[in-house]
């Protein structure tokens, strides 16, 4: 029998997520996106013009532009430069690995600690005897700094050991 007007072919949400190959939620966003629909609302079910949808989907699809590989090239090249320029500074010592500068710079306090806590037990007696504060002053201050000079010849030491080649302790 030949139809002399041709039936429109409409779909459901649920129907049209089926023939798409997507799901009914996918559906309910393309038709928040523009999607062409018979009638939508929440008395009623979505129906939507299946041609009409097909070809709405075909335009934005069209209207997307294709990922630049070129683009996406020139950012891969560019990471593996800078990768490539922190390698070669690593290796020419213009850098210093984090994990290393943090095990150096704890060695360097630790120096400096153990030189100013060993001066109470050095010079403590002889501190509760004196009662002149002048005095008391000029001890505490020759201490301080013999621990001081002595924390900054080890620390040199410590240095000369790290800085000669083949004897690198840092790593």
Not at 90 to 101: H, I, K, N
């Amino acid at each position: 029998r030949i139809m002399s007007k041709p039936r429109k072919a409409t779909a459901t949400r649920a129907e049209l997520a089926a023939l798409l190959g997507v799901t009914p939620c996918r559906v309910t966003k393309y038709v928040e996106a523009g999607l062409p629909c018979v009638n939508h609302g929440r008395a009623k079910p979505t129906t939507c013009d299946v041609g009409a949808c097909v070809q709405w989907l075909l335009g934005r699809r069209a209207a997307t532009p294709p990922p630049d590989i070129t683009e996406a090239r020139a950012r891969r090249m560019a990471a593996l430069a800078r990768l490539a320029e922190h390698e070669a500074s690593l290796r020419e010592g213009r850098v210093v690995d984090s994990a290393v500068a943090r095990k150096d710079a704890f060695e360097c306090h630790r120096i400096v600690r153990d030189a100013i806590l060993s001066v109470p037990s050095r010079i403590g007696a002889q501190l509760a005897a004196e009662s002149d504060a002048t005095k008391v002053h000029v001890l505490l201050d020759g201490e301080l700094r013999l621990a001081l000079t002595a924390a900054a010849e080890k620390l040199i030491q410590v240095g000369d050991s790290l800085d000669r080649p083949g004897k690198d302790k840092r790593k």
